[in-house]
């Protein structure tokens, strides 16, 4: 069965910085896109960060640009997401996701929700003024 577990998540202050990671189990993700989400209290998740299963090509939101950097080990089927700056409107579940593999070539990485098939069950970040 695939499984997606995140860590790294945590309280921090303003200005700080966290590394979440996510470990896939159940099969190998090799040469499938991996992505991190958001969801913050009362609103809809949304679009954090993707990566090419090759790694080369990567996509952020405008809010988080020049401030997170996702990347990825294949060897050990994991997805980090490095957030340096964190600000407070940073705070939210984060969430990582892959699909199933196959739809799409060396520079695919989707941005919308429904692209993936499996997620984790999130981490907590809090960010503190």
């Known amino acids: 069965q695939v499984q997606l577990v995140e860590s790294g998540g945590g309280l921090v202050q303003a200005g700080g910085s966290l590394r979440l990671s996510c470990a896939a189990t159940g099969r190998t993700f090799g040469r499938s896109p991996m992505a991190w989400f958001r969801q913050a209290p009362g609103k809809e998740r949304e679009f954090v960060a993707a990566i090419s299963w090759t790694g080369v090509i990567t996509y952020y939101a405008d809010s988080v640009k020049g401030r997170f950097t996702i990347s990825r080990d294949n060897a050990k089927n994991t997805v980090y997401l490095q957030m340096n700056s964190l600000k407070p409107e940073d705070t939210a579940v984060y969430y990582c996701?892959?699909?199933?593999?196959?739809?799409?070539?060396?520079?695919?990485?989707?941005?919308?929700?429904?692209?993936?098939?499996?997620w984790g069950q999130g981490t907590q970040v809090t960010v503190s003024s």
């Open positions: 996701a892959t699909d199933k593999g196959g739809a799409g070539g060396a520079a695919y990485a989707p941005r919308m929700a429904d692209a993936y098939d499996y």
